[in-house]
């Protein structure tokens, strides 16, 4: 093992790069491959920076040809395994930070060379394609093999390539909804999927939480589909996933024991409305719906004359009906006491667009009036009688009667 003052100048300027891009909050991802030590088994480390318990720790992912075990570190305790793996047991370390893509690799004479260049805006996947901006999951992982993301390599198979952003792109959404929510930095997360289908993000919230963050999450699918339920049970019993289960029902039938984020995506109709109220209900923290088929509305809304050569044709009917019942939803959730935001997703399997409605709870609720007035002017001017998920509130007594 190298002594302190024996670094060559290489090293030691990699770690100064890489301690600098620590303090500053600009370091995204380390990776330590091509292995020389001892443990055969051992193919590559990968580090990166996540919050437990309010404290940023480092994250090893210690990847073995049948295994990946995982440990954190505190920032001073990480950077001292860093010097023992680059000196005994790496020859190449591939730091990416905000703007800088940094290389440290070894001669097979044991000469280090640096090379810095500027960041590309990727980071490139262990199967060499499929590039894209900082991943919350590595390819890895052994449900996606087990679903058919990937091969038995770990590779990504390239008819899977949608799905795959698909599945980073939901996690970075919830990640960006967890910080800003009371469940941000301690305590237990129950989460329930429901529509889950073969499971793929439901997985991958399973894995993001207890895997990347370390927290401690108990995360539920809920599916109508008996062969789904089935296929995705027997991943969970196969990969021995604590914290993870499977049940045969909806969002009409089910009520999970406790519920801190709320997750329905691709939702028929009024379905966006029960899964909501399930949300409310519970007090989830977080509530994710993509909405789709919005039917209850259209055949009620009586659009001004102005508009009838607009109308007329079927595709705008459609699109009007669509935009006003979620922004009814969208309205709803904020007089409920949440931050809500309503933006397009990246594109589903068998759909060309696909909208979120995304609900945070505020810590503190706050006055409604002036929301509850805008659903009021909305319907009127519509002539909107009754919105599912407005009715079920005023039944519950949540929300008074918006006439």
């Known amino acids: ?18 301690g600098d891009s620590l303090a500053q909050g600009g370091f995204a991802q380390l990776r330590l491959s091509k292995h020389r030590g001892a443990s055969r088994d051992l193919q590559r480390v990968t580090v990166r920076e996540v919050q437990l318990k309010g404290q940023a720790v480092l994250s090893f992912l210690y990847k073995h040809q049948t295994r990946d075990i995982t440990k954190n570190f505190r ?18 370390a591939h730091l990416h930070t905000a703007d800088q893509e940094i290389q440290l690799a070894y001669s097979r004479k044991g000469k280090a060379s640096l090379r810095v260049g500027k960041a590309s805006g990727a980071v490139v996947s262990e199967a060499g394609h499929d590039k894209q901006k900082h991943r919350f999951l590595e390819l890895n992982r052994p449900f996606l093999h087990e679903l058919g ?18 599945i980073n ?3 970075e959404v919830f990640s960006h909804a967890l910080a800003a929510s009371s469940l941000a930095t301690e305590g237990a997360i129950h989460v329930a999927d429901f529509g889950s289908g073969k499971g793929y993000l439901t997985f991958a919230m399973h894995d993001y939480l207890r895997h990347v963050l370390g927290r401690e999450a108990t995360v539920t699918g809920v599916e109508l ?4 339920v089935a296929l995705c049970s027997g991943v969970i019993k196969r990969l021995g996933l604590q914290g993870m289960d499977y049940h045969q029902g909806d969002v009409r039938s089910y009520t999970p ?83 809500t935001q309503v933006f397009e997703f990246v594109a589903l399997e068998h759909t060309s667009k696909n909208k979120m409605i995304l609900a945070v709870k505020r810590a503190t609720p706050g006055p409604n009036d002036e929301v509850v007035a805008q659903i009021r002017d909305i319907k009127d001017f519509y002539a909107v009688r009754e919105q ?9 007594g949540i929300l008074p009667a918006i006439a």
């Open 257 to 339: 024991p406790a519920l801190n984020v709320m997750i329905a995506l691709h939702a028929c109709d009024v379905a966006t409305d029960y899964a909501i109220h399930l949300g409310l209900r519970a007090g989830a923290d977080i509530i994710m719906c993509s909405p789709c088929c919005h039917k209850q509305l259209r055949p009620q809304m009586q659009s001004p004359g102005v508009l009838s050569g607009m109308l007329r044709h079927g595709i705008h009917l459609g699109q009007q009906a669509e935009m006003v019942t979620d922004s009814l939803r969208a309205l709803l959730l904020d007089a409920c006491g949440y931050d």
């Open 388 to 396: 599912c998920l407005e009715t079920l509130l005023r039944a519950d």
């Open 169 to 171: 792109k939901f996690v």
């Open 149 to 166: 993301v990937t091969n038995a390599q770990g590779e990504l198979i390239p008819a899977m390539s949608r799905k795959w952003k698909q």
């Open 75 to 92: 920032p001073d305790e990480g950077m001292a395994q860093l010097r023992e793996l680059l000196w005994n047991e790496f020859q190449n």
């Open 1 to 18: 093992m190298h002594a302190e003052d024996h670094l060559q100048d290489a090293e030691q300027r990699f770690l100064v790069l890489l």
């Open 225 to 228: 589909r008996e062969d789904m």
